[in-house]
């Protein structure tokens, strides 16, 4: 079972660059998240997603974009990379165990903006 | 309050040693309680959950104290194999399946 998986694992971007983070779960859970996590800080909520067709924003949203055309992709979009966004981005999903909602980790994508 | 707030660390602690960690939350209406544990720059991964009064899962136990909106885990003969930050984890936004996720505590264990 490979739960969540990400790609790319590192990334080096140029200022101004584009890029997408890839995530993909294959434990059909109907909740998806991405974090950032900056050295130090705790995780930070970038966007969600409740199901295949619906997103919103989280904590830290601007200067990133969502999309989930599927139950098990929901892809990260950064566009015109800048510096505060070299971080460390975890992808998470989430399903219902009754009332409770234990979120499971990808390995997370390094990305610096030089 | 912030909304979790946990002790800022780091703990060194000797082999065998028991440790606990400290966490409150602000949100007072949450029902489910995590603790993640994170190795260093891996992802975070669920170790405890905590629904009523507390848990146990071998050496490590975890309490809630409601009225005081606090969280507790405790560590009991600590092995070198604990060596991690430990987040504390609270329920957010409009619906259980947002969390927040406390700033962690590292702890370093010792031989």
Known sequence: NAGVTQ???FRILKIG?????????DMNHNYMYWYRQDP???LKLIYYSVGAGITDKGEVPNGYNVSRS?????PLRLELAAPSQTSVYFCASSTAQGAYYEQYFGPGTRLTVT | RKEVEQDPGPFNVPEGATVA???TYSN???QSFFWYRQDCRKEPKLLMSVYSSGN???RFTAQLNRASQYISLLIRDSKLSDSATYLCVVPSGAGSYQLTFGKGTKLSVIP
């Open chain 1, 7 to 9: 790609t790319p694992k």
């Open chain 1, 40 to 42: 130090g800080m705790g």
């Open chain 1, 17 to 25: 660059q584009s890029m997408t983070l890839q995530c993909t779960q």
């Open chain 2, 56 to 58: 146990e899962d071998g």
């Open chain 2, 28 to 30: 007072s209406a949450s």
């Open chain 1, 70 to 74: 599927t139950t098990e992709d929901f």
């Open chain 2, 21 to 23: 960690f400290n966490c």
